[in-house]
């Protein structure tokens, strides 16, 4: 090996270079872009082939703190996923973006995205992860908001920015008190246990990227940016960061914060399957569907099946990356054909003869989401129930409702991609098609890949093996395989099939649901209804914030109105000091007396019968005599 | 007798005062003024101050007075008003003066006085006049030259001033 | 090249006099000769970076300053008080050195941005050059009676730069600032003549900060921290101490005497917010480390609580004040507001990093505020208003400005890789290191960070995103991009954000065995 | 004898003195208030000369006789000024003097 | 002792009070003079040579101690303020005058002799003679520009003045009786045992107060210095203050009180009022002259706690600093105003008619910014010797009251800058457009001599070993 520090720069560098240049040199954008990738791809792989010994690397950052990288199996096998789908994602929109105007900064955008994710997955030192998981936030939020003029969008990536931003500073938090307890922050250096508080903040911060409750409102918003970005971004990469993070620290990890995990991972999956139900929009379906499958992810980690997460990390990015890119070609063919308002369901429908390459790599995506077998979505999700099984029967008593909700959710799960696949590709075509269309290669190339890539065979040659034999297979020696019997696969797949079965005779074409479909209304049942909104947490947000922002006009008021005016004060207290002494200083030389005087002015009115007119030096004379007598009192 | 005589000055000082408080007419004060100044000139000859009642005599009851009298003639007397004056609030002019008084008797009341067993007979020296000039020219030079300056400066001043005043 | 820190601080001076003598008559000659010398002075001050030995590791304060010059000013024989003796008495540290470069920095681009000034020309660099001097004399100053020369100066200046060029409550605004600056100074004068009656250096009263800080006190000082002094029944190093942070309180601002803040920068002229924000907080701050960390050491674990408090209190009261305004410029002036709370709260630390933090924070607000004020300046120039509610998706018209903001605001909410993310985060790590502060200050301070967010994010929706709009049709003509020398005053300011975001020890190697010398000097007198 | 005669002599000087300052605040006239400030100074000389009788210096006579002296001075001054103001103004009440103030 | 020997030692001794004779032999020949010429600049001429001569006279190397016959007493630091006040004499010529009357210069010498008396009374006797006769001469000068205002203001004055007088005899005279003495030099801290003598001194106290303008005394100065001309004015707020305030001190020497003592402590506590009092009393005003004259009230007040230091502890060279200062800022003062006034601007308010007069509005911002006491001006000097000498003082001994005033000064001095800036913020700041038709700019000559006086207050702080060099400048050019 040669100096770590060049293979590090080709490896995360290499794409904001491109990014850059691309910008720079817009004539040759797509090609600078892709080249830069793909060099940097194969580099991953070539490092992942090559695999020997973890590399490391670490540089004094700030006085007496190091900051360190560390390359080793795991994060070059995430690397190479997140290179290998960056790539597509960039090919297919030299394409899909090619009519933008702004496209040489969707690149760049992208560049500075990919190189972000892979400093994160590089990153050993959790404050480094940190920094690279605030750029991927910001890269997220530059993304979203690519068609800023477009009304709504900045909004949306507003919300989505500040809902990481509150996780960030759990994440934050957390990760300077683990500072504070272990004076390193190298991930690979720490061992021992993370303080309660700490582990809790640093799991509140994973669930903001990763979308889990109570934080999973921003997905569905980020559905605005431009649908490869979801491909990459928000259904393969960024959001599985949180996952990442989760993973690594997991064996440090406060054991009540995993089951907190384990919970809240087990809820998000199942509200977000439950939600994707209902949605209209193929983008919500998708972000619906990915945040439940993150859900299982987060779910496997608490439960103490990482690996198992992993492996689901890594089957889920294709399967969702060719999902949401499929989505985009029917977006783009929708919006091509009918100028119609390209992402809704209800007016889809008979695709299938349409675009054919995608309905394809849609059906064996949707698959592997419903976790049939034969697909890699079995397979992943198999080892986390297994993981939660295992769990459940070492914990007992309601530890078993995980397991079950994850084996509900499955049936949920493939319920819902049932109908996805079904009223967005078979039945009639309820849209007025205008003009022709032809399947661009570019489109479906990119999609087939990541198609095929959920087909169970790149992962094991046995359909229902799990994560433990793909991860051997690999060499990786640690994972260890939680046993869980013979009954999780079965019920996983009996889910499966229930769940398809259903969802087959629910939205099959010529049922009442699939012909009433394109004038179904949102649903208005309160329940249907919160569902179909997501549990309405963008709403709380959106009141959260509106409150804070009342609270700081309140604040701005009593700046304004109380703190300025108090400090002032002094200010005016002087003033009416000095009024006072003005007005006595007026009767004293001047004019009118003051409050003896004119009561002796009173008096001497009554008395005498005559108008007294005020007196100045008599006052004054006045004024020194009573101080003479007062000094005489007080002293005598 | 030098009892009767000690009686009636005083009576002289406190009536004048009596007439000035009393009175309205600046007029009738300021020869009630002149009264008093009298009787307090008297008062010095009993404390065996000769040059001193002769200077209040002189300059005090003669300068001072005619001064006034001469400033109520040429201010109210030339319009032909009545030379009376308001008051202003007796009722609390009277409560600080009798507090003023109280205070001053109760001030006086507690003095020590380090001269106490000095006795009549030597107060009778004659050459008081000559002591007096004496101190003038030794022990008070620099005042005696410095009061004469001070006379020319108010000279000076009133006097021009009043020109001035009488010049538009 | 001893006299370096002599020639930076005081050729602006008598340059400023020099243009006293030249006729009001040649506007455009006063600003060339102003951005001359400002250029010379900030070439002199990179030279000074370059031979800073930033290795010296010193063993008391007396020995920690390098370029001193050291010369008798004022020797007076008072015969009750003794001599009284004022010296001219200069030189940098770890600290100041930093501070020397960052304003000439600042100063220099405050020329470029007063570059258009049309009334008055001659005063206005006249002031603007007094003010160049007192600011860096403020950061150079080791003899205290020459800090606080340089600090009650620059009121002057200011005060008319405010007052004259300024907006429409100008007046009112002015005589805010000058009362409420001269009121805290006024509470160090008090523990100036303190510290001087208590003082000695060679047998001689002193108004050395270098002697106050090795703690030469008199025996029967008052202020002798073994002597246990009391002043009207207080402890008086106490009330020293409290004087002194209500002073430099007010000055930097911390949340109840920062009133002033937002008035002075909504009213002053561009170039001069700049200066305000960028360097006369910077001050205040620069007050606390000198002067209050600096001579009274042994109390800073005492009152730290107090400190962070109100640190904490000015990152989310001047947070959350930020979020409530519409005016752009009083959104950034209550945002500085925020940001000098990590000041307060990093020097309550008392921990290295806490303390670079701080330091580093300065220095990074004081890029950063100014290309805060400079790109409100820019959309100010062309339209006279500034109000958010008046613009709407600038970003397609003015892409390379909104870029800048972008970056600008990016770094004002402290997103990692922009400078101002270091020092918050130094700033964090040493409140949560620290062995004197509850966890709860970071973690509130922390939540600082959201809010800085919000207020960002925000406002760049609502003016630079969304549907393109501005209120006036007669504002039109004039949306154009940025000019050359906008980007001149701009983009140093841009690469330098970035650039100290990544490699931040370039800064801190500079201040390491400062700080490392300084925190020695603080356990010292804590233990 | 000596103490009456004591007595007496302090009682006539607190008598004038409050009678100066009765006169002073409850007069309007101008010479009216002269005449009072007058009393007190006569209380004043007479004090210095009721200390001073006993005494084998006569320093006490002399600072009376100075203190008469300046009174006169002084009165002769005031008559300047109230002629002067009576020229321009044709008043001699002390309240109508206004014209100096804050505006 | 022989009559003949004594008379031989006074008129060996007659040199103490050369200046004085000096002077008064140069203000009656001035006045004998100006019945044949009256020439305003031979009349100047022998007035400011008079003045050179009294100077001249008054640094003759002395020793401390009494002189005829005990009447006068002098040291080297009094006759480095008489110095200092025929200084601040000469400096009056600068003002332009309308009318050159010799009465005026008259009275300004008569003013000094007075001035210089009282810095060395050593008598009771001259104590009050010295008093009476700058006081005279203050009635006369405010009335001396004989419109309605100044003979109003001088019959004010004088009326207060006389009472204040009286006062003060009676005090004079109770000293007198109880103690016995009548010279300051007799004086012992047992002889004020008695209440009869601590009232005595108090009366006699309230005498100088007066002079000083010290609350509650002060009520005749706003007036005074609002109605008298500006010449008048600039000498009569420095002159009988310092000699006032130094006298007082001499007094307070003479009879030993402690600061704990209960009159020192009345007149703390009317220092501090007069500071609040002169402070917040200035706010309120519009007049800039009546601000100014508060402003001095409140300089009073300062001054007074100079003075008043525990025994052994009197900063000379701080009050020397203040009062050297105290009278150039407050002559330049006079002397800007009075030009503004020329232009018919009297109320602050007006002031933005003069903005385009940029250059005397810089300095007369920065005579006012020295009057606040802020750097870099001398002003800021005087402050930081009088907080100095106040904590010094307070640290010696421990009084409270001290403190107290330590605290009033260091706020009153924040509080004076929001009337003091009211001159600059009208000049500058304000929003009103004047047209500049009908307004002359101010001539050379008296931007000249403002630029003077502000070069002057600026040398003093970066030099301030100059001011304390003033007396020993002043010392060698005598020899």
């Known amino acids: ?636 | 007798m030098m009892l009767a005589v000690q009686g009636l000055v005083l009576l002289m000082v406190v009536i004048g005062c009596a007439i000035i408080l009393l009175t309205k007419n600046v007029v009738h004060a300021a020869y009630a003024l002149g009264l008093s100044l009298v009787g307090i000139a008297g008062l010095y000859v009993f404390l065996n101050m000769e040059l001193l009642a002769v200077v209040q005599i002189l300059l005090y009851a003669g300068g001072v007075v005619i001064l006034l009298a001469f400033g109520v003639m040429m201010t109210n007397r030339l319009q032909g008003e009545q030379v009376v004056t308001g008051s202003r609030s007796p009722f609390w002019s009277l409560v600080i003066a009798l507090a003023t008084f109280v205070g001053l008797v109760s001030l006086f009341s507690g003095l020590e006085f380090t001269n106490q067993q000095v006795n009549i007979e030597s107060q009778a020296k004659p050459s008081q006049l000559e002591a007096i000039g004496v101190a003038f020219l030794t022990d008070h030079l620099v005042a005696f030259e410095l009061i004469a300056f001070v006379l020319l400066v108010a000279l000076v001043g009133a006097a021009y001033m009043a020109k001035i005043a009488s010049d538009d | 090249m001893q006299n370096l820190l002599s020639w930076i601080f005081l050729f602006p001076l008598a340059v400023a006099f020099a243009l006293l003598l030249i006729p009001s008559a040649k506007k455009s000659l006063f600003r060339v000769v102003a951005l001359i010398t400002l250029g010379a002075q900030f070439i002199l001050s990179i030279v000074l970076l370059i031979g800073f030995d930033s290795s010296l590791a010193p063993s008391s304060w007396k020995s920690a300053f390098q370029y001193v010059v050291k010369v008798d000013w004022i020797n007076l024989s008072l015969a009750s008080v003794g001599n009284f003796k004022i010296q001219y008495y200069i030189g940098v540290d770890g600290i100041s050195v930093l501070l020397v470069a960052l304003s000439s920095l600042v100063l220099f681009i405050g020329v470029l941005s007063s570059w258009n000034m049309k009334e008055k020309v001659k005063g206005y660099f006249f002031l603007y050059l007094l003010l160049s001097s007192s600011v860096v004399g403020c950061f150079i100053a080791l003899d205290f009676f020459l800090f606080y020369l340089c600090f009650e100066f620059m009121l002057l200046p200011m005060f008319f730069l405010i007052g004259i060029w300024g907006g429409k409550r100008r007046s009112y605004a002015s005589i805010k600032f000058f009362l409420y600056t001269l009121f805290g100074s006024l509470f160090i004068l008090v523990v100036m003549i303190m510290l001087y009656m208590g003082v000695q250096e060679e047998g001689i009263n002193t108004f050395s900060l270098a002697a106050m800080m090795d703690g030469n006190y008199l025996t029967d000082a008052v202020l002798n921290p073994e002597s246990d002094g009391y002043f009207l029944g207080v402890p008086a190093r106490s009330l020293a101490f409290l004087f002194l942070l209500v002073g430099f309180a007010i000055k930097l601002p911390a949340v109840p005497v920062h009133t002033w803040l937002p008035d002075a920068h909504v009213e002053a002229p561009t170039p001069i917010s700049v200066v305000l924000a960028g360097l006369l907080l910077k001050v205040g701050g620069y007050g606390l480390f000198r002067i209050l960390y600096g001579i009274f050491p042994d109390l800073t674990a005492k009152y730290s609580g107090l400190l962070a408090f109100f640190g904490v209190l000015s990152i989310i009261y001047g947070g959350l004040n930020a979020l409530a305004q519409r005016d752009l410029k009083r959104m950034v002036a209550y945002s500085s507001v925020s940001h000098m709370g990590f000041v307060l709260l990093g020097l309550a630390s008392i921990t290295s990093a806490g303390i670079a933090g701080s330091l580093y924070h300065m220095i990074s607000h004081g890029l950063i505020s100014p290309a805060l004020f400079l790109v409100v300046g820019v959309i100010y120039d062309r339209t006279h208003n500034r109000t958010m509610d008046c613009f709407s998706g600038l970003a397609g018209k003015m892409p390379v400005y909104t870029f800048l903001v972008a970056l600008f605001f990016f770094a004002g909410m402290g997103l990692p890789t922009l400078s101002g993310f270091i020092g918050e985060l130094m700033v964090l790590m040493g409140a949560f290191t620290s062995k004197v502060l509850a966890k709860w200050y970071g973690i509130l301070a922390i939540l600082g960070m959201i809010i800085s967010a919000a207020y960002f994010i925000w406002t760049l929706q609502r003016v630079f995103f969304g549907k393109y709009f501005v209120r006036e049709s007669a504002w039109e003509p004039h949306m154009k991009d940025l000019s050359p020398r906008e980007l001149i005053m701009l983009i140093p300011l841009a690469v330098l954000v970035v650039l100290f975001g990544i490699f931040p020890t370039w800064i801190l190697d500079f201040s390491n065995e400062t700080i490392e010398f300084f925190m020695k000097h603080l356990s010292n007198s804590l233990s | 004898m000596i103490e009456q005669e004591q007595s007496v002599f302090l009682y006539l000087i607190a008598f004038l003195i409050s009678a100066g300052v009765y006169v002073i605040l409850n007069k309007r006239n101008l010479i009216f208030i002269l005449i009072g400030i007058e009393l007190i100074v006569n209380g004043a000389n007479l004090l210095i000369a009721f200390f001073a009788r006993s005494e084998s210096t006569s320093n006490g006579q002399i600072l009376a006789i100075f203190s008469v002296v300046l009174t006169v001075c002084e009165v002769a001054i005031a008559l300047a000024i109230l002629l002067s103001i009576y020229r321009r103004r044709q008043v001699s009440d002390l309240d109508q003097l206004k014209e100096i103030g804050n505006d | 002792m022989k009559l003949s020997d004594q008379l031989q030692g006074i008129i060996n001794e007659l040199g103490a009070a050369g200046t004085e004779t000096t002077l008064m032999l140069g203000a009656i020949i001035l006045l004998v003079f100006g019945l044949f010429q009256s020439k305003p600049i031979f009349i100047k001429l022998l007035f400011a040579a008079t003045i050179v001569f009294g100077i001249y006279m008054n640094l003759r190397p002395v020793e401390s101690g009494f002189y005829i016959s005990t009447a006068l007493y002098l040291d080297e630091q009094l006759v480095y303020f008489i110095s200092l006040l025929l200084l601040g004499g000469l400096l009056i010529l600068l003002f332009p005058r309308d009318q050159h009357s010799v009465e005026f210069y008259f009275l300004v010498l008569s003013l000094l002799v007075g001035c210089s008396f009282m810095l060395k009374a050593n008598s009771l006797l001259l104590v009050y003679l010295s008093i009476e006769l700058v006081s005279f001469v203050s009635y006369i000068l405010t009335g001396f520009n004989f419109r309605k205002q100044g003979f109003e203001a001088a019959i004010k004055y004088l009326l207060f003045g006389t009472l204040s007088s009286a006062v003060m005899l009676i005090g004079l005279a109770l000293i007198y009786g109880t103690t016995n003495t009548f010279f300051l030099s007799d004086w012992t801290f047992t002889l004020f045992s008695s209440i009869g003598s601590q009232v005595g001194l108090l009366f006699l106290c309230f005498g100088l107060l007066f002079k000083i303008a010290i609350f509650p005394f002060h009520v005749w100065t706003p007036a005074t210095y609002q109605a008298a001309p500006s010449d008048a004015v600039a000498l009569l707020s420095v002159a009988p203050k310092l000699a006032g305030l130094l006298l007082l001190r001499r007094v307070l020497l003479a009879c030993e009180l402690t600061l704990d003592h209960w009159v020192t402590e009345v007149l703390l506590v009317l220092g501090v009022v007069t500071i609040l009092v002169g402070t917040f009393g200035a706010i309120g005003q519009n007049n800039v002259r009546r601000m100014i004259s508060f402003g001095s009230i409140a300089h009073s007040g300062f001054l007074l706690g100079l003075i008043l230091a525990p025994s052994g502890h009197f900063d000379k060279e701080a009050f020397w600093w203040y009062s050297a200062i105290y009278v150039i800022m407050n002559i330049a003062a006079f002397f800007i105003v009075d030009q503004y006034e020329r232009k018919g601007i009297l109320l602050s308010s007006d002031y933005f008619q003069s903005q385009k007069s940029v250059w005397l509005g810089a300095v007369f911002t920065l005579v006012l910014v020295s009057l606040v006491g802020i750097p870099p001006l001398a002003g800021f000097t005087a402050k930081l010797f009088l907080f100095s000498s106040l904590w010094r003082s307070y640290q010696v001994d421990g009084q409270v009251l001290q403190a107290v005033f330590l605290f009033s000064a260091v706020f009153a001095t924040v509080a004076s800058l929001f009337f003091y800036l009211k001159v600059p913020k009208n000049i500058f700041l304000s929003p009103k457009a004047f047209s500049q038709n009908g307004f002359a700019d101010f001539s050379l000559r008296s931007k000249f001599i403002a630029t003077l006086f502000a070069i002057i207050l600026l040398l003093a702080f970066f030099v301030p070993s100059s001011v304390m060099n003033l007396q020993m400048l002043l010392h060698n050019t005598h020899e």
């Open chain 1, 1 to 636: 090996m040669t100096d770590p520090l060049i293979w590090i720069c080709f490896l995360i560098f290499l794409p904001l270079v491109g990014g850059i240049l691309g910008y720079c040199f817009k004539r040759y954008l797509q090609i600078v872009n892709l080249t830069s990738v793909g060099f940097s791809l194969a580099v991953a792989v070539l490092l992942l082939i090559s695999y020997t010994s973890p590399i490391r690397y670490h540089w004094e950052w700030l006085p007496k703190f190091h900051l360190s990288i560390v390359i080793d199996q795991i994060s070059l096998l995430l690397v190479t996923l997140v290179l290998f789908i960056a790539l597509l994602v960039q090919f297919f929109s030299t394409e899909y973006m090619r009519s933008e105007k702004g496209i040489a900064r969707f690149y760049g955008k992208l560049g500075f995205f990919i190189f972000a994710m892979l400093g994160l997955l590089l990153a050993d030192n959790l404050l480094l992860l940190f920094v690279f998981w605030e750029l991927v936030g910001l890269a997220s939020y530059l993304l979203i908001g690519f068609w800023y003029y477009k009304d709504g969008i900045p909004k949306a990536a507003r919300i989505a920015f500040m809902v990481n931003r509150v996780a960030d500073a759990a994440l934050l938090s957390g990760i300077l008190l683990v500072y504070d307890q272990a004076q390193i922050l190298s991930i690979s250096d720490l061992n021992g246990t993370f303080t309660l508080l700490s582990s809790l903040l640093i799991a509140f911060g994973a669930f903001g990227k990763s979308a889990q409750l109570p934080y999973s409102g921003w997905l569905t918003k980020a559905m605005v940016g431009p649908t490869p970005v979801s491909a990459l971004i928000h259904a393969a990469t960024m959001v599985a960061a949180g996952v990442y993070l989760l993973f690594r620290v997991a064996p440090l990890m406060h054991e009540k914060a995993m089951l907190l995990v384990a919970v809240i991972g087990t809820l998000t999956a199942f509200y977000a399957a439950c939600c994707a139900l209902v949605q209209f929009d193929l983008k919500k379906v998708l972000a619906y569907s990915t945040i439940s499958q993150l859900g299982y992810m987060t779910l496997g980690i608490g439960v103490g099946a990482r690996e198992a997460s992993l492996f689901h990390l890594l089957t889920h990015a294709f399967f969702k990356a060719g999902l949401f890119l499929a989505a985009a070609s029917i977006i783009h063919f929708l919006h091509h054909v009918s100028k119609q308002d390209a992402q809704d369901m209800r007016y889809m429908g008979g695709l299938r003869q349409k675009i054919k390459w995608t309905y394809w790599s849609f059906l064996f995506c949707g698959l592997a989401l419903a976790g049939l077998p034969l697909f890699s979505g079995f397979m992943s999700k198999d080892g986390i129930l297994l993981g939660a099984w295992a769990f459940a029967t070492e914990h007992g008593g309601w530890a078993y409702l995980i397991p079950d909700l994850g084996l509900i959710t499955a049936l949920i799960t493939a319920f819902y991609a049932a109908r996805m696949l079904l009223l967005v590709f078979w039945g009639e075509s309820r849209t007025v098609m205008q003009h022709g269309f032809r399947e661009s290669a570019r489109f479906f190339v990119p999609t087939l890949m990541l198609a095929l890539l959920s087909i169970w065979l790149f992962y094991h040659w046995n359909p229902f093996a799990h994560h433990a034999h793909f991860f051997s297979m690999l060499g990786i020696k640690d994972a260890v395989f939680a046993g869980g019997g013979e009954l999780i696969p079965f019920l996983a797949t009996l889910m499966a099939g229930v769940g398809t079965v259903l969802g087959y005779a629910f939205f099959k074409p010529d049922s009442t649901y699939a012909k009433n479909f394109s004038i179904l209304p949102i649903p208005s049942s309160l329940g249907m209804n919160m569902l179909f909104r997501g549990l309405a947490l963008t709403d709380l947000y959106a009141y959260l914030g509106k409150y804070i922002y009342r609270f700081s006009m309140l604040l701005a008021f009593i700046d304004q109105k109380l703190i300025n005016p108090l400090l002032h004060l002094f200010a005016i207290g002087s003033v009416v000091f000095s009024k006072v002494l003005a007005l006595l200083d007026r009767f004293l030389v001047d004019g009118p007396v003051n409050f003896i005087a004119r009561a002796a002015a009173f008096l001497g009115r009554r008395l005498a019968g005559l108008s007294a007119r005020e007196g100045q030096v008599q006052f004054a004379s006045l004024l020194v005599i009573l101080i003479l007598i007062l000094i005489w009192t007080f002293f005598f």
